[in-house]
């Protein structure tokens, strides 16, 4: 299965917008469509909101593509 890893910028993204920053999804609607059918799990389980928080350690499922969020990278000193 291949992997996308994901750095937030702030502390969480909507999952719609997860979906669609990532390229899984060509737009906002598409990417709320195929989650309201049941297309997306978070870290295993099916989600439909459509604007769920996702935060750093969780793992979205799409298709045959699996996201990995991470936390943003510490400013460099």
Do not use: H, N, W, Y
């Not at 997306?40 to 750093?56: F, N, S, W």
């Amino acid at each position: 299965m291949p992997t996308i890893d994901f750095e937030l910028r702030g502390e969480f993204i909507a999952l719609d917008a997860l979906l669609k920053a990532t390229g899984l999804a060509p737009s906002g609607g598409t990417a709320r469509q195929c989650i309201v059918e049941g297309q997306v799990r978070v870290d295993g389980e099916i989600e439909l909101r459509k604007t769920a928080k996702i935060r750093a350690g969780q793992a979205v499922v799409f298709g045959d593509t699996s996201v990995r969020v991470s936390a943003p990278a510490a400013p460099a000193s």
